[in-house]
Structure formats: structure tokens, C-alpha cells
């Protein structure tokens, strides 16, 4: 059983990690409905009496609907050969859900009926990789363009509230992620650097840091550290902190395996956790920057993670063997 064991690792770098896995984390189930890759999931309970219901989408463009009580699924989009990149709700407008494709469409649809509200970009570009970022206090977000910049829109008016200018020899922006402020916004880009951008000030970034030399996929901010963390394609995860003078450096942390496909945070900040290019997920205290648990229950490659909001503690692990595993990693004091 996953939960009732430590592991030990050792790393290349010679760190020795023991994880002991009983009782942050416990495997739940897994959930089987997708005929393809899942490649995105999202938790929609964001507010407080909201069920953590499920939201997830495939590489051939399926969004599903998944209720919490009876872990049933009914298709929201049926299949339309876009690959789904990523899936978020913004807690101004629950109902809603933002979807967005590799091939850089946005899509607006109303959680409940599935109807499409509103395309906000059509797609053009069939090798995004970069996750849009949804700003928490309105109905903002920044995606990349194909001509090294990126675009602040306002997604219920469909309307353009900037352009960011991106310095193209640090190659293609590869993550975003607001920060404090409406007008602050952190790029991680294919050189291993990250840049701190005051959205009205369009060309210059404040402060820019190098901290990898692999592109930067992932970037999680904490708002109560007022700093956070970054992955790669490495063996590293990369802490940063956010003061007067920019962005700064703290040392790095290795891990298990190379490759960090995305990073998820608990709202109550008190841990993280990181899917692994292989079949594993790591959950770790944002307080010590301790692995704590191991989520261990995939076969396949590991695509997305996502924890909810609410008191249930859940993670979700996407999968290219078309399932999702679920787990409870721990619960708030």
C-alpha cells in the first residue's frame, strides 16, 4: 500500500531523502471515462459551498464533468482533435470554465449546460505549450502570441488591455504567473530565466534572474511567502522570492527524477506539489520545502496535477493511460 510505507531516494546528487508517506497522503481512486491522454484537470470548489467536483480534458479535446459524491462523469465538449492544454475557473465566476487547446484557442464554457459562451482566440499555433494565467482578482489573463510578446485580455469582454514585449533571445515563453498586484506578471522562458513585468511598463521587465539553464515549464506563486517556485526540464526545483529589488535567488532543491510538468498549490498555501515527467507526483510543505508525500498509484506518464480548495484535501493526477488517479494529501489545522 502507498500509505503505509517510506520510500528512500537517492538522487544523482547524492541527496538521501526519506519520505514517509503515512498519514500525509492516501490513495482514493481512480477515475476511468476518457478514451485518450487527460492532459488537464481542475477543481471547481471555489467557494466554500461549492462540492469538489472535477473538470478534465484530453489530447483530443473531450472535457469532462466529474461529480464528487457519485465520481460519475458527463461529457461538457465532445471530442474535437484539439488538445486540451489546461482547464481553470475564476472564483468571480464560478460557473464558468476557461479552456484552453495547444493550438492556442480559449475557450469560454458554462460548467453546468456545456454550452460555449464565448471563443475568446482562435487557434493558431499547434505547439503551445505555455499555460495561460488567470488573474485572481478579475476576469484577466496573459497568454503568449507567436511573435514573442504576450497579450493581457479581458476574457468576458473579449477585449486587449496590453501587450508585453519578450525579449526573443531568451527564446518562447514557456510559463506565467501573476504576482501580487493586477500589474506584476512573472515569465519563465526556454533559457531558464524568469522576469518580473510591470504590465503597464510593456518592454522592460523590473527584474530578471536566471535559474536554470533548461526552459523554465512550470511557476507557482505564494502570495504568504510572497515568493515561490519554479520547475524545469532538470533535476531541481528552483525557490524564489519576490522583494524591492526583484526577483531573488534562494538555493535549490533537488528531486527525484528530471522534469517537472506542472506545480499545484493547496489554498491554504501551506503545501505544493509537482507532477514528475515519470508515472510520480511529489507533495511538499511550502514551509520547509520538505517532500512530505508520494503519489505513486500511476502507470503511465504523468500529464497534470491539480488540489482543491476545500476541506476534502484532494489531489488529482492526470494520465496518458487515459485515467485519474485521486488522493487525499493531508489535511488543514
Known sequence: SPTARGITVTTACCFRFHWNLTPMSQFLY???????????????????????????????????????????????????????????CQKFFPNQSIIQGRDGSITVVDISSGQIII???????????????????????????????????DYRH?????????????????SLSWVGPDHNLLVGDESGHIHLYDIRSLSIPISSLQLSKTPLFSLLYNPVLEGGIAGSAGRLLYPWQISDNGVEYHPSIPIHSPGVSNIATRSDYRLFSYSAWDSMAYVYTWKSMRCIAVLDQQSDKINDITLSRSESNLAAVSCQDHTISVYQIGKSR
Open 30 to 88: 481512480k477515475l476511468r471515462g476518457h478514451r485518450s491522454s487527460v492532459t488537464a484537470t481542475f477543481y471547481t470548489d471555489l467557494t466554500p459551498s461549492s462540492p469538489p467536483n472535477l473538470l478534465s480534458g484530453d489530447i483530443k479535446g473531450e472535457v469532462r464533468l466529474w461529480s464528487a459524491s457519485t465520481r460519475r462523469s458527463s461529457a461538457i465538449l465532445p471530442e474535437n482533435g484539439v488538445h486540451i492544454l489546461s482547464i481553470q
Open 158 to 174: 473579449k477585449s486587449l488591455s496590453s501587450v508585453v514585449n519578450l525579449n526573443r533571445d531568451n527564446g518562447q515563453c514557456m
Open 119 to 153: 471563443f475568446i482566440e482562435k487557434g493558431s499555433s499547434p505547439y503551445t505549450f505555455c499555460r495561460i494565467a488567470l488573474n485572481d482578482n478579475g476576469s484577466l489573463y496573459a497568454a503568449p502570441t507567436d511573435s514573442y510578446q504576450l497579450s493581457i485580455k
